[in-house]
């Protein structure tokens, strides 16, 4: 039984000697969906991930997957799921199609039946045209998608992904996404973890937030961007006189109380029609003559969540910001972590 739960974790608990990994896990995945499961570095993601595919054993707590126990039946787990880790575990060697007919062999299926899976997995995941190719010639993308039609050979009922974009550039990543979603409309349920939020926000209808091995927030995107304000417009002055009028100016666009870090010349307020905020606060502020710096939006980060559920910011970040107080290539760090996107 199900109970229309691809994935359930109740209390889960992994040691490595002093260290716990998971520290009393919870998690709930509906079937047919994508979850994501989003955290820094060290959260206890992959480990989770880990357990329930039934490669570690959990030391307390309990797991199932398509309605079966991990720790009870991890045969029957493992003939239900497919894995991908971080790294492509395809031969660089071997063509797109040869390596999808090897694993298909690898899986038991006959000679025809591996071909013919391999022909379908390369239309699905838009790799026809390279399917003859080298994968040593692959982009990252391209490689990252051959990883997914691999772990797709059984058509498994339940997938996990484990970062799949993680290092791949902007294009690459937005590859990856399309994959990912027409997997799910294939009817696979996916459990995806990853650093961003941007990406669980795109690609999951529900998304859990991991810290030191517990869960510290379950909710939608929406909810979860709800109650860490949304995108934010920012701008940043060359003068500290002028903060007052531009505290002004922001406040009759923004969503909330414009903050302003007077330190860093920086004024920045929740919006909620981006665009338009935007636009408006550019202009009143150049017909009003005031020195802008710098104006832009910025979507709410990994780091933002972690501020707002935790009241800390992510380890990652403070050692990146204890870097820029220590003088090492101020604001490029902390720029690409928050996604901003810049105008003027
Ligand atoms: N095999 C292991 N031996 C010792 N510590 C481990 C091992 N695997 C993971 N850990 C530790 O457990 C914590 C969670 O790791 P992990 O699940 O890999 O996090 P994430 O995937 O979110 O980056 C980290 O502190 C990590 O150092
Ligand atoms: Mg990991």
Redesign the pocket.
Known sequence: MTDGYAVRAEGLEKR?GE?R?LDGFDLAVREGTVHGLL?P???????AVRILSTLIRLDGGRATVAGLDVAGQPREVRARIGLTGQYAAVDEVLTGRQNLEMFGRLFHLGGRQAKLRAAELLEQFDLTDAADRGVGKYSGGMRRRLDLAASMILAPAVLFLDEPTTGLDPRSRGEVWESVRALVASGTTVLLTTQYLEEADKLASRITVIDQGRAIADDTPDGLKNRIGGDRIEVVVAERSEIPRVVKVVARVSDGEPEAEEAELRVHAPVADRVSALTEVARTLQDEGVRVEDIGLRRPSLDDVFLRLTGHRTDASQRASEGVSQGTSPGTSQGASRGKETVA
């Open positions: 490595y260290k990994a955290g570095n060290g959260a206890g993601k992959t480990t």
